[in-house]
């Protein structure tokens, strides 16, 4: 927050900031979705509330593509559609935790986690992986923090800040251990179809060894551009999304109607404008990479999946003590925003978003590359 107020300032007094905060597609939504949108504002039909979980054509499309890209049966009952994949995590978590239940976190993390765990009377238990291991976590380091109190493990593949995919024998080992100790495993999928390299995310979901204990969160934010459209869904057994569904009644009631008819155009409709937007994206992930990697006192794991890299600074914290002090020398001194590890439950590193014109991705990693050069001197 403090990176992008001061970086908004800089920008609003007339320097030439860049940024790589962004945690969205910087591409509009597909036309034929816009259109869709415009046919229900326009249609009295969808002038109305709909059913609390959504429009009963909606959820059996989800329904259908979680068979399709996550590879698990559900039927439109199991669907809840929610105010973006952040609700549904909340409300996950929420039907899921009884005070003083653990949740255990791997981290680098996407912050709303601990936040939603916390706001359900859970307590958060990061697990941080480690940069030699891809930033993923194993089954070794997820045991050690058990207790007999851990209800749920969050579980993120692609990860929102580090890219990492776990792969299909990773994600089993993972899975068949949370479902021998009888743990839920609540698995955000949100970025599933953003992968590179020929590479597929598998669903955690789909380890029988799980049974039913397991809840997907997904939308419509990153695949299809739609992030202001605030559109997402839980999966996962109909009783606990029963209970999410009453909560969600008294909370908000259903999501917007018109943005229910724009989500189902997505899900139903023409599949090249996301491979082009998914195309885009994996240039200049190589291109961000690619410099990264040989930037003074950087290193950089390969993401193989999202939209950001979270490259190490550790060569750096001598001098700034902390990523929030190499963040705030970078914004000063070079007019670059990157987004401290610190905010990502990890200090020494930071967040890079590829969301953003190849003008400015490389004009702003040249810059980054200059000031950190000089500041090794
Ligand atoms: C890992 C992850 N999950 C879920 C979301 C939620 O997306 P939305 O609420 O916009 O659907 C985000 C957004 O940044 C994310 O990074």
Redesign the pocket.
């Known amino acids: 927050m403090a990176i992008s107020e001061r970086a908004a300032q800089l920008k609003a007094s007339g320097r030439p900031t860049i940024s790589f905060g962004a ?2 597609p910087d591409f509009p939504t597909p036309a034929h979705i816009v259109e869709a949108a415009i046919a229900a504002a326009r249609d009295p039909r969808y002038h109305h509330y709909t059913p609390n979980a959504g429009l009963p054509e909606l959820r059996e499309a989800v329904a259908a593509a979680t068979l399709r890209h996550s590879g698990v049966t559900a039927s439109g009952r199991q669907v809840l559609i ?8 909340y409300l996950g978590l929420a039907a899921l935790l009884d005070p003083g239940d653990e949740v255990l976190i791997p981290a680098p993390y ?1 912050v ?1 986690y601990p936040e939603a765990t916390a706001l359900s009377g859970g307590v958060p238990v990061p697990v941080v992986a480690d940069e030699t291991a891809g930033f993923k976590v194993t089954v070794g380091q997820l045991d050690a923090a058990a207790t007999p109190r851990t209800k749920v493990l969050v579980f ?1 593949s692609p ?3 580090t890219g990492a995919v776990y792969s299909p024998e990773e994600v089993q080992a993972i899975g068949r251990w949370a479902g021998e100790r009888g743990i839920w495993v609540l698995t ?1 999928e ?2 599933q179809q953003l992968v590179y390299g020929g590479i597929a995310a598998a669903s955690i979901a789909t380890v029988p060894e799980l049974e039913d204990r397991w809840l997907i ?1 997904n ?4 695949t299809y551009a739609m ?1 202001g459209w ?3 869904w839980l999966v996962g057994p109909a009783d606990v999304i029963k209970g999410a569904s009453n909560h969600q009644s008294h909370m908000t009631s259903n999501v917007n109607n018109i943005a229910q008819r724009a989500a189902l155009a997505g899900l139903t409709g023409p599949t090249e404008p996301i491979e082009e937007m998914r195309r885009a994206f994996d240039k200049r992930r190589q291109t961000m990479h690619g410099i990264l990697a040989k930037m003074a006192g950087v290193t950089c794991v390969e993401p193989e999946g ?1 939209f950001y890299c979270y490259p190490g600074l550790e060569a750096h914290l001598p001098r700034f003590g902390t990523s929030m002090g190499v963040a705030s020398y970078l914004l000063e001194e070079a007019d670059v925003a990157v987004i401290p590890g610190e905010a990502f439950g990890t200090d020494g590193y930071a967040r890079l978003s590829y969301a953003l014109n190849d003008d400015d991705l490389e004009e702003g990693l040249d810059r980054m590359g200059q000031a950190l050069e000089r500041a090794q001197d």
């Not at 939308?219 to 990153?222: F, L």
């Open positions: 945690g969205e929610t105010n973006g994949g952040k609700q549904a995590v996407w709303t993120v990860s929102n800040p955000d949100i970025y969160v939308g419509v934010a990153k992030t605030r559109l997402g999202a």
